[in-house]
């Protein structure tokens, strides 16, 4: 725990304001329906009423400081309940992807031969068609529920984990320690659990961060299309495309789900690239 609070304390002023963003976010994703001041599909004013920037908007009870949305929902509300829903199904999606892809990938690394051929081409056909493309056609035949689109996801953003996962395992794999473990007589599945794992673990967290932003965006670029989180639920990329006449008429309601898309995209980045560097095991001179 101390070595834990000595790394944070001297992690960079990036780092540390990357660690506030995630942060900030994880506690509306997690505490919204505490915090929200009205329900998440509650209309209470005119479309597109504006903030506490206004002094002409209407008062209401609990404020509405951000304003309303294009029905007359409480846009705060929204933006919590947004984080909500998109962070949690970017993270669960993520998680999936990544279960799928190290597995097969490491699995690949320590078998080789046909299981590796078989898999690699499957994924290499994946691959080679655009990702957009493949999960628009997919969503469109198959539908938007909440698990289609997390399994879909997840599936196409295996590949791109599985190729990362194979590469490195593949490192490890033909280190002493591996082969002495195969000699002792230890099975496939732990020699993967127990030498491969641990070896490629640093890499494969960074890996996990991008690929959350990755998939953290995607969503929201389906939602933009309206092949994602689908109404009456909260989603910022949804959002977006809901209040984007707005901005015809000089309201900046759809820029604030925007603002949060592009935070939360810097605020991991900036921890991402620093625990790169940490485990990189350069030294920084300056």
């Not at 506030?20 to 209309?43: D, M, Q, R, S």
């Not at 597109?48 to 409480?74: C, K, M, Y």
């Not at 997390?150 to 320690?177: G, K, N, P, Q, W």
Request: proline residues 5%.
């Amino acid at each position: 725990m101390g070595s834990t609070w000595k790394l944070l304390r001297t992690a960079p002023s990036a780092a540390k304001i990357g660690m506030l963003i995630v942060l900030l976010n994880c506690f509306a994703a997690v505490f919204a329906p505490a915090i929200a001041p009205y329900g998440e599909t509650e209309i209470v004013g005119a479309p597109w009423e504006n903030g506490f920037w206004d002094a002409q908007s209407p008062s209401h009870t609990p404020p509405v400081i951000l304003g309303t949305d294009h029905i007359g929902r409480d846009l705060l509300t929204r933006v919590l309940y947004g984080a909500r829903n998109t962070i949690g199904i970017a993270l669960l999606t993520t998680t999936l992807a990544f279960a799928v892809g190290v597995t097969l990938g490491f699995l690949c690394a320590t078998l080789r031969g046909w299981v590796d051929q078989l898999i690699s081409r499957s994924f290499d056909i994946i691959m080679a068609i655009p990702t957009l493309i493949f999960a628009l056609m997919i969503l469109s035949v198959l539908g938007t529920e909440i698990h289609i689109l997390i399994i879909v996801i997840a599936l196409l953003d295996s590949t791109r984990v599985f190729r990362i996962a194979r590469a490195v395992a593949m490192d490890v794999e033909i280190m002493e320690y591996v082969e002495v473990a195969k000699l002792r007589g230890e099975g496939l599945w732990w020699v993967m659990r127990r030498e491969i794992l641990p070896n490629t673990l640093s890499p494969l967290i960074a890996e996990f961060g991008l690929r959350f932003c990755f998939v953290f965006l995607f969503i929201a670029a389906l939602s933009f299309l309206g092949l994602g989180i689908q109404p009456p639920f909260a989603d910022w990329g949804s959002m977006v495309r809901e209040n984007a006449q707005g901005i015809t008429f000089g309201i900046i309601i759809p820029l604030i789900p925007a603002a949060a898309i592009a935070f939360l995209t810097v605020g991991v980045n900036l921890v991402v690239d620093w625990f790169l560097h940490k485990a990189s095991g350069i030294r920084d001179t300056r």
